[in-house]
């Protein structure tokens, strides 16, 4: 299913979906103690964003007894592709090596994520050559 206001999520919303994506469905209590975890949140606000987000048609509600279980219905990879799309324009004005010099020049990265990148880079490279 697609994300019917075809609006980005929000912060908030993100990290709910990021706890679906990474853990699967969760009921609102899960939701709320993996979230109070890291900073005090109200469990109404919780449920509520979570309602809203069914609404949006970011999530699905299935009921087990009196719980009702949530799982996300938007793709990660799909919403993660429209968030840095939004943000590389905004930000780096669509320029991909904007980005990632100003990445690269936040994080140092170790060798092997220098590796990793080398790779991909050259990755990139041969598939550009063979679609010649």
């Known amino acids: 299913m697609k994300n019917k206001s075809n609006t980005p999520p929000t912060a908030s919303e993100l990290a709910i979906l990021q706890l679906l994506w990474t853990k699967g469905p969760l009921s609102v209590k899960d939701v709320h103690e993996a979230l109070d975890h890291d900073k005090p949140v109200v469990y109404t606000t919780i449920l509520k964003t979570m309602q809203v987000m069914m609404e949006r048609g970011m999530l699905d509600r ?4 009196r719980k009702h279980i949530y799982r996300a219905v938007i793709a990660q990879t799909a919403t993660q592709d429209k968030l840095l799309d939004s943000f590389l324009d905004k930000t780096f004005g669509g320029s991909a090596k904007k980005l990632v010099m100003r990445a690269l020049g936040q994080h140092t990265p ?3 994520e220098l590796k990793e990148l080398k790779a991909y880079i050259d990755s990139l490279e041969t598939s550009k050559k063979t679609k010649k």
């Open 110 to 112: 170790d060798a092997k």
């Open 62 to 65: 299935s009921s087990e007894g």
